[in-house]
């Protein structure tokens, strides 16, 4: 029994006892290292089972305050943020390596307020981490796939990313936003552009739900988003969350799956086992 080395990519690592807590090591003999077969996930290292891990992410994923899913689990803060943290890196690694050539016929935007530490109107110009804080998404109409989302102030240059993000995923040039200006000025002439109310219609006719929850993520964003840098990591773990995870209960299917991406609903131990680039 032979599996892939997980430290220099060589095919052949050999089976090598196991660890003290009954996990398989192996041993390769191109790099004559050896290690736990859970080396590439979020439970190596750590002193959580996978349900714990489970339901820290999921806890999270679902609204609940770092502090909060402290208390629910009945671990450190510093262990929940520590494997939110690398979990946020997993679900990025996820978004970045599956979600593209998205097929949709439109593409949706939504800009979410949130604020972080103090409101806008009580910021000095130095405070440029702080007060107004956005989260913009941009979803596949046809399945609710969240394309890309960024996180930041409310102006062109934030717009824009999201649409450079958005672009190297789909070539749908249709986009259906709320019509703030700015996109009048970054939608370039190659794009199609829905504003306002007949956008309401679209969306209760395609994608209420992700609507809905989206809407329940900007609320609780409010509990949590006092770190400008922990709502980044939150919004790439909720991202990746609402695509592969979590499943709408009238078809009862996730996004991914609707958009053609995977046949499967994915579990939190898809997410903390996907593996590592190296
Ligand atoms: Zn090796």
Request: proline residues 0%; charged residues 15%.
């Given at each position: 029994m032979t599996t892939e080395c997980?430290?220099?990519?060589?095919k052949k690592a050999h089976k090598h006892g196991k660890t003290a807590k009954g996990i398989q090591r192996y041993r390769c003999p191109k790099c004559i290292q050896t290690f736990p077969?859970?080396?590439?996930?979020?439970?190596?290292?750590?002193?959580?089972?996978p349900q714990e891990v489970h339901l820290i992410l999921q806890s999270h994923a679902e609204g609940s305050s770092l502090r909060g899913v402290s208390r629910i689990s009945g671990r450190a803060y510093n262990t929940v943020v520590s494997l939110i943290r690398d979990a946020s890196v997993k679900a990025q690694m996820i978004h970045n390596g599956k979600i593209k050539q998205v097929n949709t016929s439109e593409i949706i935007s939504d800009e979410m307020w949130s604020f972080i530490f103090k409101k806008q109107k009580n910021?000095?110009?130095?405070?440029?981490?702080?007060?107004d804080c956005w989260i913009g998404i941009s979803l596949?109409?046809?399945?609710?796939?969240?394309?890309a989302a960024r996180v930041g102030k409310h102006t062109d240059s934030f717009l824009e990313e999201l649409l450079v993000n958005t672009e190297g995923k789909t070539d749908c040039k249709s986009w259906n936003t709320d019509g703030w200006g700015g996109y009048e000025r970054i939608l370039g002439e190659e794009y199609e552009h829905y504003i306002g109310k007949e956008r309401t219609q679209r969306l209760e006719r395609t994608n209420g739900i992700v609507r809905q929850q989206t809407g329940k993520w900007h609320r609780r964003?409010?509990?949590?988003?006092?770190?400008w840098q922990q709502t980044e990591i939150t919004a790439r773990l909720i991202v990746s969350y609402f695509n592969w995870?979590?499943?709408?209960?009238?078809?009862?299917?996730?996004a991914a799956q609707r958009a053609g991406l995977t046949s499967r609903q994915w579990s939190w131990n898809d997410l903390v086992s996907y593996p590592t680039v190296f």
């Open positions: 997980l430290l220099c990519g060589h077969e859970n080396i590439g996930t979020l439970y190596y290292n750590r002193h959580l089972s910021c000095t110009t130095e405070d440029l981490m702080m007060g596949a109409s046809d399945s609710g796939l969240i394309i964003q409010n509990k949590f988003g006092k770190i995870i979590w499943s709408n209960i009238r078809c009862g299917t996730t």
